[in-house]
């Protein structure tokens, strides 16, 4: 449950990300030692002590009602993740009512918003954010609207593009953070500081931060929240643009009291386009969180990773971009929403080390005449004690030995990525969704992992949204997940 587990992982979309380059303060230096890797959280719905995953099928219908939309929420056990609930709009409890092409979306951050030990789950849309209370029986369906603001410093209007949660103030409690606009103040970020209540929405204590004023960075474009200086409070970093319009971060420490600016801020000496995804990992095994993310500069896919340290991001070592075309490209270039949760950074080769899980689900399968359109795949690259490394870089399609299926026109595959270890049995599983296949109706791959070996095919399964009673038909399940 949440209450035992401080660190944050991240959920954000946003029009732009500027961390990697110039360290904070000296770069190259020797990486601080620390006793263990740090370790990312995982949901837990239910309290039982298993991972949980939800997955959301956007276009599914409901009660006759094309489009509508449903959640699914797939829950860990000893024998692994037994398919559960679809909830929607129709179930009672949860806000509002089905409507044809509502599209009910999406899965985006899952914590415990209201401090009862069971973990929570947020969708997100735009300007709209609901929140789906955990229990002992799991994601049952009540839920509760969080109110949109307006436009005042006490009460800063939500936007959407950039959010994230995780414990700021250490008080085991879960906390939101947006992209918002106060009054005359601007834009910032607000943060909604457990607990929520569940009646009304309304956060314990809201705090709109300007930026721009504060801190000398405006935007924001993205923002991420998780534990990346290793004392167990969540951080905010925030990315957006210097005076004189060239990209820049600044990372605030999440501290008893609320967030404080770190030392130093982390500037760019360009400006990137979109952010695709993110995700938090020790990449380096030096028990500091690194932020890992996709980007888009002038159009180009780009994997951005920037480590962590007691002072912030890149603390003790400079952060390093690689460019994504050809063999590992087909990222899905975010188009001014949610961009996608197909990245994953854990350690999946028992190494230590967190690798780093990126799906690809605009990549061909082919070339030339014989390719086959947006198939998708999978990317894996292994971390190391020096940072991500690009040896033993490998990719994985339906056309991998023991990968249900085969790869098709628009099955992206790798529209989501999770690792998760949902059986406790010490080696985890890469959960992988293509929400185009067979013919956009969906469908969630599991593949194996193996110490000193990695992600493999061998003994992979898939299930659809019918495993869990769903409906049939284009739903595009697989196409989000959060957990």
């Known amino acids: 449950m949440s209450r035992h587990t401080l660190l944050a992982t991240a959920a954000c979309t946003a029009a732009a990300l500027a961390l990697t380059g110039v360290a904070a303060t000296t770069a190259g230096a020797a990486p601080a030692a620390a006793k263990a890797p740090a ?47 679809v909830i929607s709009q129709a179930t009672e409890g949860v806000p509002g009512d089905p409507a044809a092409d509502g599209k009910w979306r999406e899965v985006s951050a899952t914590g415990d918003f209201d401090g009862d030990g069971y973990d929570d789950l947020l969708l997100n849309w735009i300007e709209t954010n609901t929140i789906l209370w955990g229990s002992a029986k799991g994601i049952t369906g009540t839920g509760t609207t969080l109110p949109k603001g307006s436009y005042t410093d006490a009460d800063p209007k939500i936007l959407g593009g950039a959010l994230g949660a995780g414990d700021i103030n250490g008080d085991h409690r879960t906390d939101l953070v947006f992209r918002a606009l106060g009054g005359r103040s601007g834009y910032g970020f607000t943060a909604l500081y457990g607990p929520i209540d569940r009646r009304t929405g309304r956060a314990a204590v809201n705090t709109f931060r300007n930026i721009e004023k504060l801190d000398k960075v405006a935007g924001p474009r993205a923002l991420f929240v998780g534990d990346i200086t290793g004392d167990g409070l969540a951080d905010v970093t925030v990315d957006g643009w210097w005076t004189n319009h060239s990209a ?10 609320g967030l404080v600016k770190a030392a130093g801020t982390v500037k760019q000496g360009k400006d990137w386009a979109n952010v695709g995804t993110s995700a938090f990992g020790d990449v380096n095994g030096d028990g500091y969180l690194d932020l890992v993310a996709t980007l888009f500069p002038a159009g180009v896919p780009t994997l951005s990773v920037n480590y962590g340290g007691p002072t912030g991001l890149n603390a003790t070592r400079a952060g390093r971009t690689l460019t994504l075309s050809g063999a590992t ?54 971390g190391s004690a020096t940072g991500v490394t690009t040896v033993g ?53 599991k593949l194996a992992t193996a110490p000193g070996t990695g992600i493999t095919g061998a003994g992979a399964t898939s299930f659809a949204l019918t495993a869990f009673g769903g409906p049939t038909g284009p739903s595009n399940f697989g196409y989000r997940f959060a957990g």
Do not use: C
């Open 39 to 85: 370790k990312t959280r995982t949901a837990d719905f239910n309290g039982d002590g298993y991972p949980d995953l939800a997955i959301g099928a956007h276009t599914a219908t409901v009660a006759g009602l094309k489009r509508a939309g449903v959640v699914t929420v797939a829950y860990g056990s000893p024998t692994g993740l037994r398919y559960d609930s």
């Open 329 to 382: 490209g087909g990222l899905q270039v975010p188009s001014g929403g949610l961009a996608g949760g197909a990245l994953s950074v854990t350690d999946t080769d028992g190494d230590g080390f967190a690798d780093i899980v990126l799906g690809a689900p605009y990549k061909d399968s082919g070339s030339g005449a014989t390719a086959i359109a947006q198939a998708g795949a999978v990317h894996v690259f292994r």
């Open 248 to 257: 820049t971060s600044v990372v605030l420490k999440g501290t008893r009291t």
């Open 393 to 445: 870089r490998r990719s994985l399609t339906q056309g991998t030995a023991g990968v249900p299926s085969t790869s098709e026109k628009e099955d992206h595959f790798g529209s989501a990525v999770r690792v998760l270890d949902t059986d406790k049995n010490g080696t985890p599983e890469v959960y992988v969704g293509g929400n185009g296949e067979d013919g956009y109706t969906g469908r969630v791959w």
